[in-house]
């Protein structure tokens, strides 16, 4: 057992912990705490694998975004103290044995599954790079997508501020 | 078992995927939901730099779908949340047993 495998192992307790929580905790706002725990250690996952770029966006849009954006939702919406509804057992029951049967088929699946590697020399991930290609107009380059993404981000404010907007009260 | 392969990667983020998908199924409230998803687009971006990494290290193909998938998915929870506050003001409730104003 290297140091390696045992911060792998806590991140994954962290990361499937917090998921688990998140979607069974009785109080809302609790549910939201354990998601920002789920999210950090993903954040901890993409660290770990040296891509710190997507690590750092991974903190600053879904922790620092995201979460905030749920929480105060959550505020404008609820009496955040109370118990949520529970579920009816029935739907429980189901969805319990859904989601394990479905992801013990995946689960076999992935260990059936012999992968291979390119044997290319690897580019690092680092921000000179992701950089370069993404603002790149040559073949590889991913220019239309950051543009067409830039235009979804600038439709999405303005729709999300006029669905939000108080509707005028008619005089 | 002795390093952390790709296979690893994988079983956690088909974990995480189906715990969101627990929840989507079980959660009868809205931002519960939103939540849910939140947790499936991540476990596919675990995914995307996994594959990048172990398998496809010559390219940055998998961080690029991942920093466009965290942008969508941030597009997608503010328009959603606007729907989230606009119904709570016309219904004075999130749950979607509720929300039949579509309904014929």
């Known amino acids: ?171 | 078992m002795n390093e952390i392969g790709l296979t690893h990667i994988l079983f956690l983020s088909a974990i995480l995927f189906f715990i969101g998908v627990y929840g989507f199924l079980t959660r009868r409230n809205m931002v519960t939901m939103l939540m849910s998803i939140e947790l499936i687009l991540n476990s596919v971006n675990i995914n995307f730099v996994a594959f990048n990494k172990f398998l496809h290290a010559g390219k940055l193909d998998g961080t690029f779908f991942t920093i466009f998938i965290i942008t969508i998915a941030a597009a997608e929870a503010a328009v959603a949340i606007a729907i989230i506050i606009h119904l709570y003001r016309s219904n004075k409730s999130i749950d979607v047993n509720d929300a039949d104003l579509m309904k014929f």
């Open chain 1, 1 to 171: 057992m290297s140091a390696s495998i045992v911060i792998f192992y806590i991140l994954a307790a962290i990361i499937l912990g917090g998921g688990i929580l998140a979607v069974t905790a009785k109080k809302i706002f609790r549910s939201a705490i354990y998601l920002l725990f789920s999210l950090m250690g993903i954040a901890g996952l993409y660290f770990y694998l040296n891509y710190e770029f997507i690590a750092a966006v991974q903190i600053v849009v879904y922790i620092g975004g995201i979460v905030v954006l749920i929480i105060f939702s959550i505020f404008l919406t609820h009496a955040s103290g109370k118990d949520m509804e529970k579920p009816k057992l029935m739907s429980v029951i189901v969805s319990a044995v859904a989601a394990v049967f479905a992801c013990a088929i995946v689960i076999s699946l992935i260990n059936n599954y012999s992968f291979v590697a390119t044997t290319n020399t690897a580019i690092e991930p680092t921000v000179k790079n992701i950089g370069r290609q993404m603002l790149s107009t040559t073949e590889h380059g991913f220019i239309l997508p950051f543009e067409v993404v830039s235009m979804l981000l600038l439709a999405a404010l303005i729709g999300s501020i006029v669905i939000a907007l108080k509707p005028k009260t008619e005089a």
